[in-house]
């Protein structure tokens, strides 16, 4: 099995600056794209950017030029750099990677998610 676990969500001030990461673990033989997603209360799930194993990114349009994702191959993690926090930012961020694992000597394709962390940001 693959897990992600999440860390590094806190309360942070209006323009101030947090980093989550994404730790994964398992039998990992490949992970092709990783992102962040978050919601908060009342809202469905959204984009908040994603990272291809090639290192392309994708990022939502309320993010641009105040988030940047990176992930280390290597360790197969993937970070989230916000800065200039707004209050529309608090929400329950979640990590999610998919790939290739390998289990009992058969390699399976997997997409998982992290529990999430949350960001809280005050007014």
């Known amino acids: 099995q693959v897990h992600l676990v999440e860390s590094g969500g806190g309360l942070v001030q209006t323009g101030g600056s947090l980093r989550v990461s994404c730790q994964s673990s398992?039998?990992?033989?490949?992970?092709?794209?990783m992102g962040w997603y978050r919601q908060s209360p009342g809202r469905q799930r959204e984009l908040v950017a994603t990272?291809?194993?090639?290192?392309?990114?994708v990022y939502a349009d309320s993010v641009k030029g105040r988030f940047t994702i990176g992930r280390d191959n290597a360790e197969n993690t993937v970070y989230l750099q916000m800065s200039s926090l707004k209050p529309e930012n608090t929400a329950v961020y979640y990590c999610?990677?998919?790939?290739?694992?390998?289990?009992?000597?058969?390699?399976?394709?997997?997409?998982?998610w992290g529990q999430g962390t949350l960001v809280n940001v005050s007014s």
């Open positions: 999610d990677a998919g790939g290739t694992f390998t289990r009992y000597g058969q390699n399976r394709d997997f997409e998982v």
């Open positions: 990272v291809s194993g090639d290192g392309k990114t």
């Open positions: 398992g039998q990992i033989l490949r992970i092709a794209d």
